[in-house]
């Protein structure tokens, strides 16, 4: 919110309908004329003195126009502190017509604003006449306060007036229904960020990012796939970064649909580093089936130990033990750890030695 230095005006002021029963005496009308004058030249120093050399009586109408003129002349100096406390003087007197009143209601909550005082601002703007400009303070101030739940019905009303909404607006209607987790009113200000900029991948992949946090998988996919048809450059890191938003989740079933969608769509590359990140997916997300059935293609694709290694302890696990068994065979003849496979092949056999005891039952972990 830029901030409006506004100069003083004491003509209103001075006019019958402002003095009522009151007169103002020659001296303090001189004065106050000589010092918006000379605030008007920029000579301040000038102003300060005019207003300096009369004398007022307390809680007079003369007081009050002497304490307003001393807070823009204040203002006008970039003197935040001194223009709220006499322009509060002033306000609180009540010897201000309600023109004067309203004025210096909005000021003041500009002047706090400015301050970063949203509260004491709020508390102004409440009362003061509504506008575009009291409403985006309003929207501004509960932002500064962490209030999103306060600014963007707010907003709402206030773009909901204009013919053309900037980008900056549709970004932080995307950015606050973010926040308060409302995906779906969030979805939609960005789609129409997307209106204006459908070329950009950028727009694509934070409208994904939204649905994937709503939990719409398939919509995400689907977004993504949309941008892949219309040409769009994919990066390793722009898929990675959707990946670890499902994974963040602590719901890796998400992710591994996820992954799975983008390798069999070609948006990701089958390398043996997604194959293996889809692999531990299922495995985290006791997918065991999935689980076993991966780690079996990349065992017999690299011929990796430790690839035969996991099929090994899923088959075990799952209480396939002779299955497990020969797992264990094939890793030990790939290199895996010698150790690693002594300790699961005893307690496989160890298990299907009780199992061959008579009433015995076994209880795999």
């Given amino acids: 919110m830029r901030r409006l230095l506004l100069a003083a005006s004491v003509c209103a002021s001075l006019s019958a309908p402002v003095v009522a029963a009151q007169s103002i005496a020659p001296?303090?009308?001189?004065?106050?004329?000589?010092?918006?004058?000379?605030?008007?030249?920029?000579?301040?120093?000038?102003?300060?003195?005019?207003?300096?050399?009369?004398?007022t009586k307390p809680g007079s109408l003369e007081q009050a126009l002497v304490w307003r003129s001393q807070a823009y002349l204040a203002w006008a100096q970039g003197k935040t502190q001194s223009a709220?406390?006499?322009?509060?003087?002033?306000?609180?007197?009540?010897?201000?017509?309600?023109?004067?009143?309203?004025?210096?209601?909005?000021n003041l909550a500009k002047l706090h604003f400015s301050g970063k005082n949203y509260q004491?601002?709020?508390?102004?703007l409440q009362k003061a006449v509504q506008s575009d400009e009291v409403l985006e303070m309003q929207i501004e101030a509960w932002q500064g306060l962490g209030r999103l739940d306060k600014a963007v019905p707010l907003a709402e009303r206030y773009l909901q007036a204009k013919s053309s909404i900037s980008d900056n607006w549709l970004q932080f209607m995307v950015g606050a229904y973010a926040e308060l987790k409302n995906y779906a009113e969030a979805q939609r200000w960005q789609k129409r960020v997307m209106q204006r900029s459908p070329e950009q991948l950028r727009s694509w992949k934070q409208l994904a990012a939204l649905q994937q946090m709503a939990g719409q998988h398939s919509k995400a996919l689907a977004t993504l796939r949309t941008a892949y048809s219309r040409g769009m450059s994919f990066k390793q890191s722009d898929l990675d970064q959707l990946l670890a938003l499902a994974s963040a989740s602590d719901q890796p079933w998400q992710a591994a649909?996820?992954?799975?969608?983008?390798?069999?769509?070609?948006?990701?590359?089958?390398?043996?580093?997604?194959?293996?990140?889809?692999?531990?997916l299922h495995w985290q997300a006791?997918?065991?089936?999935?689980?076993?059935?991966?780690?079996?293609?990349?065992?017999q694709q690299t011929g990796k130990g430790q690839?035969?290694?996991?099929?090994?302890?899923?088959?075990?696990?799952?209480g396939r033990l002779q299955e497990g068994l020969q797992a264990l065979s094939a890793a030990e003849k790939a290199g895996a750890n010698l150790q690693q496979v002594r300790s699961w092949r005893d307690w496989a056999q160890?298990?299907?030695?009780?199992?061959?005891?008579?009433?015995?039952?076994?209880?795999?972990?």
């Fill in 350 to 365: 160890s298990r299907l030695a009780l199992e061959q005891v008579p009433g015995k039952q076994v209880a795999l972990n």
């Fill in 84 to 106: 709220i406390k006499d322009l509060t003087q002033a306000f609180n007197s009540g010897h201000l017509t309600p023109e004067q009143v309203s004025e210096d209601r909005l």
């Fill in 257 to 280: 649909r996820l992954l799975e969608g983008m390798l069999s769509s070609g948006l990701m590359s089958k390398g043996l580093a997604s194959q293996e990140r889809l692999a531990q």
């Fill in 27 to 55: 001296d303090v009308f001189r004065a106050l004329q000589t010092s918006q004058a000379a605030q008007q030249s920029g000579k301040f120093a000038e102003a300060e003195q005019a207003l300096r050399s009369v004398q």
């Fill in 307 to 318: 690839h035969w290694l996991s099929v090994a302890q899923l088959q075990i696990q799952q």
């Fill in 286 to 299: 006791r997918d065991y089936p999935k689980a076993i059935q991966q780690f079996t293609l990349l065992a």
């Fill in 120 to 124: 004491q601002a709020l508390s102004y």
